[in-house]
């Protein structure tokens, strides 16, 4: 596992921070402009400093890969400290799926605006065009890091979390590479808050976050063979949808039973339940409804901000650092009405 | 995490085609564009083109968006309108579909990229305090299935957008491919939707890459691509299912390979591109010989088409290529659409028995030596097509397709 949050870089950090129930949020600068007062925001400063050292990127060629890729490259870089990945599996061997949500829509509206602005409408930075892409982000690692595998981006929204361990399963489940990177990433901006802010009118709204975490799967046989410890199984992930948003909670609830049918566990062996929480009541209703009250219900996202696309990646890195956690659920719940759960036995902690 | 209705045999085949492109729109429509060998671009009438030399786009000025959802954008829309068409044409039951569980993937470049370039203009007019809400909604990518699950009335599925750029609908394809393989999923519906707009058209412009007036893949004189819009859906399921209701099937997905130059984000590795169709053929258990039709990325760029060129003639070594069909010159560049409308027109071709031309074709660059079946649709009885697509940031993807020959299959007419 490797994260980058607002509590600082590196696991540690997170870890440190999150068990320890302190919030990373701090006020923003009236003079932004911003519909929040508070944000989860990541030390971009120390960011820039491992890019420089572990990447070699300049600050010239930080500014043109832009926030989200950097956090994604920088998060790579962590886990890369940790494990000789690249010297242990071909370039080929690879692969990389990597979520998001409005990851790099502030970087499309970047080039939009010269056109508008700028003497003619093609006076625009062309080069800038493959940043304006989603799957930026996911292709700089790949560019950094000579991953050649499978390189996929995806989005569920708030789903993507689990939607990104789903691609993940199944690339190994098909035998598609034998390692997969597999995170989630989503960078704090004026446009995303306003364009969060404005889509979610007439829903309470809650302070923004961001960062990347990105985690290493692979099969045990695989693990074992480089001497790792694995550190957590996914036993189950479902998914589904509701057309009528006032039914969030039964649509989840009948995946919370369904994912815990397909792990083999009982609720009543669940230690602690991850929420996505930007609909926190539909998904609290659902979690208390199957566990009981008495089962830690815990929101990331309080502490550290709603990270969109990167939530259901933050949940698992909060799993993956709650010492009291061996069985643990996680849940989502988007405003378009996906919903998503999955089941993960924690193994071991780092 | 078993649904109850996976294929024995690990078969998936297609039975439900959608589209909407510059050439025809569903399944009849667009193969009557194919075999026409007609084209689609005209100036652009989406967004405003003042202070541009030239535009022209492929659009389909015959879809019109549905005003009483004005919750979902226009390649939302056109997703939607596809899904819906493919799961007609596979005369799937909506019963049978919202019985069993299924998986809803969407490939796109960037989405309602139309609702960004409006909320730049407002925050350039006004600020973004202004944003207009609905569109502040609809632009998140997340919400492209999200609308065919709404058409359809659908609860019981896994719904993901993938961004894979303009190799997004063999990224789609493939997905699906995988989810019904392992028995998760009882059908799949994939593919892929973009609508051109102005940001994008600026940049293209200024990188040189846009045709002035037509798109001539494989031609001395292309001058680039001409942007299209449209979408391509796929409804997949296993082989068992298909026949069990009677479906008629259109074609076999055989397998995939994807993989990354983890090189410059514009400009392809031949290298990689060889290593990717020939993964792809490998996986499908197929040998370069029995290729019968190859569906380009063919974007008529300087760069581009050179490099495919060699990336086949690699791959078929001392064979000669086998019929090489760009149909970005007559839909234009769909992206997130692309490689979907190309592996839909090679299924009509494998299914109908002729091979997709390449409009607009005068002289064969001899950089770009191929039979690119230039002009006009040729008959043929191809059983395997392989579809080629890039994206930016060097991705690669190919598919293998396969006729499905009932006779073979020992199944009567």
Request: net charge negative; with cysteine; glycine share 12%.
């Given at each position: 596992?490797?994260?980058?949050?607002?509590?600082?870089?590196?696991?540690?950090?997170?870890?440190?921070?999150?068990?320890?129930?302190?919030?990373?949020?701090?006020?923003?600068?009236?003079?932004?402009?911003?519909?929040?007062?508070?944000?989860?925001?990541?030390?971009?400063?120390?960011?820039?400093?491992?890019?420089?050292?572990?990447?070699?990127?300049?600050?010239?060629?930080?500014?043109?890969?832009?926030?989200?890729?950097?956090?994604?490259?920088?998060?790579?870089?962590?886990?890369?400290?940790?494990?000789?990945?690249l010297?242990?599996y071909a370039p080929a061997q690879r692969a990389l799926?990597?979520?998001?949500?409005?990851?790099?829509?502030?970087?499309?509206?970047?080039?939009?605006?010269?056109?508008?602005?700028?003497?003619?409408?093609?006076?625009?930075?062309?080069?800038?065009?493959p940043?304006?892409?989603?799957n930026?982000?996911t292709t700089q690692c790949a560019v950094r890091f000579g991953l050649q595998g499978p390189n996929s981006?995806?989005?569920?929204?708030?789903?993507?979390?689990?939607?990104?361990?789903?691609?993940?399963?199944?690339?190994?489940?098909?035998?598609r590479a034998?390692?997969?990177?597999?995170?989630?990433?989503?960078?704090?901006?004026?446009?995303?808050?306003?364009?969060?802010?404005?889509?979610?009118?007439?829903?309470?709204?809650?302070?923004?976050?961001?960062?990347?975490?990105?985690?290493?799967?692979?099969?045990?046989?695989?693990?074992?063979?480089?001497?790792?410890?694995?550190?957590?199984?996914?036993?189950?992930?479902?998914?589904?949808?509701?057309?009528?948003?006032?039914?969030?909670?039964?649509?989840?609830?009948?995946?919370?039973?369904?994912?815990?049918?397909?792990?083999?566990?009982?609720?009543?062996?669940?230690?602690?339940?991850?929420?996505?929480?930007?609909?926190?009541?539909?998904?609290?209703?659902?979690?208390?409804?199957?566990?009981?009250?008495?089962?830690?219900?815990?929101?990331?996202?309080?502490?550290?901000?709603?990270?969109?696309?990167?939530?259901?990646?933050?949940?698992?890195?909060?799993?993956?650092?709650?010492?009291?956690?061996?069985?643990?659920?996680?849940?989502?719940?988007?405003?378009?009405?996906?919903?998503?759960?999955?089941?993960?036995?924690?193994?071991?902690?780092? | 995490?078993?649904?109850?209705?996976?294929?024995?045999?690990?078969?998936?085949?297609?039975?439900?085609?959608?589209?909407?492109?510059?050439?025809?729109?569903?399944?009849?429509?667009?193969?009557?564009?194919?075999?026409?060998?007609?084209?689609?671009?005209?100036?652009?009438?989406?967004?405003?083109?003042?202070?541009?030399?030239?535009?022209?786009?492929?659009?389909?000025?015959?879809?019109?968006?549905?005003?009483?959802?004005?919750?979902?954008?226009?390649?939302?829309?056109?997703?939607?309108?596809?899904?819906?068409?493919?799961?007609?044409?596979?005369?799937?039951?909506?019963?049978?579909?919202?019985?069993?569980?299924?998986?809803?993937?969407?490939?796109?470049?960037?989405?309602?990229?139309?609702?960004?370039?409006?909320?730049?203009?407002?925050?350039?007019?006004?600020?973004?305090?202004?944003?207009?809400?609905?569109?502040?909604?609809?632009?998140?990518?997340?919400?492209?299935?999200?609308?065919?699950?709404?058409?359809?009335?659908?609860?019981?599925?896994?719904?993901?957008?993938?961004?894979d750029v303009c190799a997004?609908?063999n990224y789609?394809?493939g997905?699906?491919?995988?989810?019904?393989?392992?028995?998760?999923?009882?059908?799949?519906?994939?593919?892929?939707?973009?609508?051109?707009?102005?940001?994008?058209?600026?940049?293209?412009?200024?990188?040189?890459?846009?045709?002035?007036?037509?798109?001539?893949?494989?031609?001395?004189?292309?001058?680039?691509?001409?942007?299209?819009?449209?979408?391509?859906?796929?409804?997949?399921?296993?082989?068992?299912?298909?026949?069990?209701?009677?479906?008629?099937?259109?074609?076999?997905?055989?397998?995939y390979n994807f993989n990354c130059d983890a090189g410059h984000p514009t400009r392809p590795s031949e290298e990689r591109v060889t290593q990717c169709l020939r993964g792809a053929l490998d996986n499908?258990?197929?040998?370069?010989?029995?290729?019968?039709?190859v569906?380009a990325h063919?974007t008529?760029?300087?760069a581009n088409d050179p490099m495919e060129a060699a990336a086949f003639t690699e791959v078929f070594g001392?064979?000669?290529?086998?019929?090489?069909?760009?149909?970005?010159?007559?839909?234009?560049?769909?992206?997130?659409?692309?490689a979907?409308?190309?592996?839909?027109?090679?299924?009509?071709?494998?299914?109908?028995?002729?091979?997709?031309?390449?409009?607009?074709?005068?002289?064969?660059?001899?950089?770009?030596?191929?039979?690119?079946?230039?002009?006009?649709?040729?008959?043929?009885?191809?059983?395997?097509?392989l579809v080629n697509s890039l994206g930016f940031g060097g991705l690669n993807a190919a598919v293998?397709?396969?006729?499905?020959?009932?006779?073979?299959?020992?199944?009567?007419?």
């Amino acid at each position: 596992m490797s994260v980058i949050s607002p509590y600082g870089l590196g696991k540690a950090a997170f870890r440190d921070g999150f068990t320890a129930g302190r919030s990373a949020l701090s006020k923003v600068d009236v003079a932004d402009d911003l519909p929040y007062v508070e944000a989860g925001v990541v030390d971009g400063e120390a960011v820039s400093v491992l890019l420089r050292d572990d990447c070699d990127l300049n600050s010239r060629s930080q500014r043109f890969i832009g926030r989200p890729s950097s956090l994604a490259v920088g998060t790579l870089a962590l886990m890369l400290r940790e494990h000789d990945l690249l010297g242990e599996y071909a370039p080929a061997q690879r692969a990389l799926v990597l979520g998001g949500d409005l990851t790099t829509t502030d970087r499309a509206m970047d080039l939009m605006y010269d056109s508008l602005t700028e003497e003619l409408p093609y006076h625009v930075n062309a080069k800038q065009l493959p940043s304006t892409a989603m799957n930026f982000p996911t292709t700089q690692c790949a560019v950094r890091f000579g991953l050649q595998g499978p390189n996929s981006t995806i989005t569920s929204g708030r789903v993507t979390g689990l939607s990104v361990l789903n691609y993940a399963r199944r690339l190994h489940r098909a035998g598609r590479a034998p390692m997969v990177l597999a995170g989630a990433v989503e960078d704090l901006n004026a446009r995303r808050s306003w364009i969060t802010w404005h889509g979610l009118a007439g829903q309470e709204p809650r302070p923004l976050g961001e960062g990347c975490c990105v985690f290493l799967t692979e099969s045990a046989e695989s693990a074992a063979e480089h001497g790792r410890t694995p550190m957590a199984e996914v036993l189950a992930l479902e998914f589904g949808t509701t057309l009528d948003p006032a039914r969030a909670t039964e649509a989840l609830t009948t995946r919370i039973r369904r994912a815990l049918a397909s792990a083999e566990v009982d609720a009543a062996d669940v230690d602690l339940a991850l929420l996505s929480g930007v609909d926190g009541d539909a998904e609290h209703a659902a979690v208390t409804g199957v566990f009981g009250a008495d089962t830690p219900a815990v929101f990331p996202g309080d502490l550290i901000g709603d990270t969109a696309g990167a939530s259901g990646a933050f949940q698992l890195a909060a799993a993956l650092s709650d010492p009291a956690a061996g069985l643990a659920v996680l849940t989502a719940v988007d405003p378009d009405g996906q919903v998503g759960c999955g089941v993960v036995r924690i193994l071991s902690r780092h | 995490m078993g649904n109850g209705a996976p294929g024995r045999s690990g078969r998936v085949v297609v039975t439900g085609i959608g589209v909407i492109s510059g050439i025809g729109i569903g399944r009849a429509g667009f193969l009557d564009g194919l075999l026409a060998g007609r084209g689609s671009a005209a100036p652009v009438t989406a967004f405003d083109v003042t202070g541009f030399e030239y535009g022209k786009v492929c659009e389909v000025p015959e879809f019109a968006v549905d005003e009483e959802r004005p919750h979902y954008g226009r390649a939302t829309q056109m997703i939607a309108a596809a899904a819906l068409m493919a799961v007609e044409d596979a005369g799937m039951a909506l019963t049978r579909l919202r019985a069993g569980r299924g998986l809803i993937a969407v490939g796109t470049t960037e989405g309602e990229a139309r609702d960004v370039d409006e909320m730049t203009t407002t925050e350039v007019n006004k600020g973004l305090a202004d944003l207009d809400p609905v569109l502040a909604r609809r632009a998140r990518l997340g919400r492209m299935p999200v609308s065919v699950a709404d058409d359809l009335g659908l609860e019981d599925v896994e719904l993901v957008t993938l961004p894979d750029v303009c190799a997004a609908g063999n990224y789609a394809i493939g997905y699906g491919l995988d989810a019904l393989r392992a028995g998760e999923v009882s059908y799949a519906l994939v593919g892929g939707a973009d609508s051109p707009c102005r940001k994008s058209f600026a940049a293209f412009y200024r990188l040189g890459a846009l045709a002035r007036d037509e798109c001539r893949p494989f031609a001395v004189d292309r001058t680039g691509v001409v942007l299209g819009e449209g979408s391509a859906m796929l409804l997949l399921e296993p082989l068992e299912s298909a026949l069990e209701r009677g479906a008629l099937i259109h074609a076999e997905v055989l397998d995939y390979n994807f993989n990354c130059d983890a090189g410059h984000p514009t400009r392809p590795s031949e290298e990689r591109v060889t290593q990717c169709l020939r993964g792809a053929l490998d996986n499908a258990g197929v040998s370069p010989a029995e290729v019968d039709l190859v569906m380009a990325h063919g974007t008529a760029t300087k760069a581009n088409d050179p490099m495919e060129a060699a990336a086949f003639t690699e791959v078929f070594g001392d064979l000669p290529v086998p019929p090489v069909a760009a149909i970005k010159s007559m839909i234009g560049h769909t992206m997130g659409g692309a490689a979907a409308h190309s592996g839909i027109a090679a299924i009509l071709g494998l299914e109908h028995g002729f091979l997709p031309p390449t409009i607009n074709h005068t002289t064969t660059d001899p950089e770009c030596p191929v039979d690119c079946v230039p002009n006009r649709a040729r008959r043929a009885e191809p059983k395997i097509a392989l579809v080629n697509s890039l994206g930016f940031g060097g991705l690669n993807a190919a598919v293998v397709l396969k006729r499905f020959d009932r006779q073979a299959e020992g199944i009567g007419s």
